[in-house]
């Protein structure tokens, strides 16, 4: 079993930047790629990106690449996601999300409980 928990969401004006952070708990010296998927009211989940075991990036969704920035301690369960020049578009819910297997159209077992990201125009 693995506990998450992300911190770092809140409301920043269009361009601006925001630091998300998630920490890993329980069984965390089992090799978990970690990830990101956000929510946004009405919308369906996207996959953000994701990240493995050893600090490679595995997955960048169009939508955030060269704006959002993946990173984990190698072999930790630490992870974080730099948000920079933020558009209202990418309000929603975060969710940090981690696993031991990853593949194509993930669905990761275990997720936090997600942190709230508000870009206002």
């Known amino acids: 079993q693995v506990q998450l928990k992300e911190s770092g969401g809140g409301l920043v004006q269009t361009g601006g930047s925001l630091r998300l952070s998630c920490s890993g708990s329980g069984q965390t010296s089992t090799n978990y790629a970690m990830g990101w998927f956000r929510q946004a009211p009405g919308k369906e989940r996207e996959f953000v990106g994701a990240?493995?075991?050893?600090?490679?990036?595995?997955y960048v969704a169009d939508s955030v690449k060269g704006r959002f920035t993946i990173s984990r301690g190698t072999y930790t369960a630490v992870m974080s996601l730099q948000m920079n020049n933020l558009k209202p578009d990418d309000s929603a819910i975060y969710y940090c999300?981690?696993?031991?297997?990853?593949?194509?159209?993930?669905?990761?077992?275990?997720w936090g409980q997600g942190t709230q990201v508000t870009v206002s125009s």
């Open positions: 999300v981690a696993d031991t297997i990853y593949e194509r159209n993930w669905n990761p077992e275990y």
């Open positions: 990240i493995s075991w050893k600090g490679n990036l595995l």
